[in-house]
């Protein structure tokens, strides 16, 4: 459940957001103090006048936290809370789903793979980056395909069921459309392609940037039209 914070800041989030200093920041946390998600505050003008930007960031609320109170704190560069506010998570209900996986499925899931593990690696490094020029996005985002038809959710609550008997529970973190072959996929939003390629867990894949530290990622791709660094419209 991703949600932005917009501040229109105080002189001394100004400053420091335009400091060379560590970049100001908004986090939230649970009641009981536990950090929930945290992103960098960053300028972004208003209708394309640099003079009336604000200071935006997106969190995304994890969808194992606990519904009920939480704290959302703007902090400058130096760890000092700037501002406070106190938000309310609601309930959320996540379907569960059983999966009956053949045995190349299951040993995909669990057999270690080198590969595997530096596509999973340097998929994360792209990820977690934050390129503060990356504002390429206006308006709001799209679905990636016309269909509305949705296999799986976000926050499905997954058990495998491996081909010798055992089971594993994850949670699902993306929307799974259910599409013919061929159908086109477009950007969610206008941005730079940071990754273009084939993994082995998610076949062929492209990670977009529209928004500093914001990356949408389509997955299980029949064919892949751009190539890393290239610029997409929505």
């Known amino acids: ?137 206006a308006g709001t985002f799209v679905p990636p395909v016309a269909s509305t038809r949705r296999t799986s959710s976000f926050g499905d609550r997954r058990v495998y069921q491996y081909a010798d008997g055992k089971t594993e529970t994850a949670i699902h973190a993306g929307i799974d459309y259910g599409v013919p072959r061929g159908t086109p996929v477009v950007a969610s939003g206008a941005g730079r392609v940071a990754f273009a390629a084939e993994r082995i867990v998610t076949g062929r894949s492209v990670v977009i940037e529209p928004f500093p530290g914001v990356s949408s990622l389509d997955y299980h791709l029949d064919r892949i039209d751009v190539a890393a660094g290239a610029f997409v419209a929505a």
């Open 1 to 137: 459940d991703p949600f932005a914070v917009v501040v229109a800041a105080p002189a001394s989030l100004d400053a420091a957001a335009s400091s060379d200093a560590a970049p100001a920041r908004a986090t939230l946390r649970s009641a009981d103090g536990t950090p929930l998600a945290a992103a960098v505050l960053l300028p972004y003008p208003l209708g394309g006048a640099p003079e009336a930007a604000v200071f935006a960031a997106i969190l995304a609320v994890p969808s194992t936290a606990r519904s009920g109170g939480a704290a959302l704190r703007i902090l400058g560069a130096d760890g000092s809370v700037v501002a406070e506010r106190r938000v309310a998570i609601g309930s959320r209900d996540f379907v569960r789903e059983e999966i009956p996986l053949d045995a190349e499925n299951t040993a995909l899931r669990t057999v270690p793979d080198p590969r595997k593990t530096a596509e999973a690696e340097a998929l994360w490094k792209i990820i977690a980056g934050t390129d503060t020029r990356a504002v390429f996005a």
